[in-house]
């Protein structure tokens, strides 16, 4: 590596912990319905006492301060110091795997960085916040429509009229829509969140970015799919299996809610649920529901939060011991995607189809 490229790992690992400090307030803000900006300073979520410059230090703080808030000694999750380190090594592996190509660096590093939230709230509270996934989307088409602009070369107006990263998002949302569909007519069980086809739709926009010039814009939404869908099978029994030994531990005093353990949340078999109500959820999510949502959202904003308040958070749902939320997998695998998809994909090329692998036989 040249002296520049050492350099900008350490500009962008820096930049990247101070980025996962702030997901740190997104992960635990944005589900509790606070807002981001207000109160404008951090505090402890233990004491609320407020966080002065040298206990805001990405990684070192934690550290220094024997991983316990200064001030009411109560310790803190460790989750802060993983979200920051996490974020930091992302866009180290991001920057050096797009390195020349500092707009892909650019969109990528913001994308992968509100990944990092959105893996952090499916995995605790089963949701993806709907501006998260808006804001992702957003970065994704943004992206191919500034190479369409400038003319860069991979990105180009499909049957002249249509970004390409329209047509990824599509395709995502197809993918992963009919998963939802498919589980709905099977077994009438919710297989998949409409969160989770929100964030197809803007990892099958990103990716379209990413292909080689010249190849098929779909050509990493196979390897990206089966990556998700490849972790899932692999980690997810292991998740099954310690969230259900820690429901034991902590509810052997609890009496069992009906239907705890039933294998997927089951949707209510009445008039509520049709398959034309599955459809017309899926097609809403086309039309851009979340911006309806986010506009909504930003017209009745709720009142100023004051810390403390967020403490009464409702913990009383709880997701059934044996379920998994898909969110954290579909990141798991577009993240392996950008890194090693287009090298797995050449190689199943090579060997299944050859003459495919020649870039523009395709398109
Ligand atoms: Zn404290």
């Not at 077994?187 to 803007?202: F, H, I």
Request: proline share 6%.
């Amino acid at each position: 590596m040249t002296k520049e490229v050492w350099f900008g790992c350490v500009v962008t690992f820096l930049f990247g912990i101070s980025i996962g400090s702030f997901m740190n307030v997104v992960i635990w803000r944005l589900p509790r319905n606070g807002s981001l900006v207000e109160p404008q300073w951090s505090y402890c979520p233990s004491c609320h006492h407020r966080l002065m410059g040298g206990d805001l230090i990405p990684l070192l703080s934690y550290l220094l301060c024997g991983r316990k808030c200064r001030y009411c000694k109560k310790p803190i999750s460790s989750r802060y110091f993983w979200v920051e380190l996490l974020t930091g090594v992302l866009f180290v592996v991001l920057y050096l795997r797009f390195q020349p190509d500092m707009v892909n660096v650019a969109a990528l590093t913001l994308f992968g960085a509100l990944l990092v939230p959105i893996y952090c709230i499916d995995l605790e509270l089963f949701e993806i916040p709907n501006q998260l996934n808006l804001l992702i989307f957003i970065i994704a088409v943004g992206r191919d429509v500034y190479g369409i602009a400038t003319h860069q070369p991979g990105h180009a107006l499909a049957w002249n009229w249509m970004p390409q990263s329209i047509l990824g998002a599509l395709a995502g949302i197809a993918i992963f829509g009919s998963v939802r569909l498919i589980g709905w007519l099977w077994k009438r069980v919710e297989a998949m969140g409409l969160g989770d086809v929100l964030l197809a739709r803007a990892m099958g926009a990103m990716l379209v970015s990413v292909v080689p010039v010249g190849a098929n814009p779909l050509r990493l939404i196979p390897i990206w799919v089966m990556l998700s869908i490849g972790s899932g099978a692999i980690v997810g029994p292991a998740l099954i299996f310690a969230r259900q030994r820690k429901q034991n531990k902590e509810g052997a005093d609890r009496p069992v809610a009906v239907g705890v353990n039933e294998t997927i949340e089951t949707v209510d078999d009445s008039d509520s649920s049709s398959l034309g109500r599955e459809l017309r959820d899926i097609l809403y999510v086309i039309w851009l529901e979340d911006a309806v949502e986010y506009v909504r959202y930003v017209l009745s904003r709720p009142a100023t939060v004051t810390p403390g308040a967020d403490t009464e958070v409702e913990d009383a749902w709880q997701p059934a011991a044996s379920a998994i939320p898909f969110g954290p997998f579909m990141v798991v695998g577009f993240v392996a995607a950008l890194l090693v998809g287009e090298h797995l994909t050449a190689m199943y090329l090579a060997y299944a189809w050859p003459r495919a692998a020649v870039p523009g036989y395709l398109y």
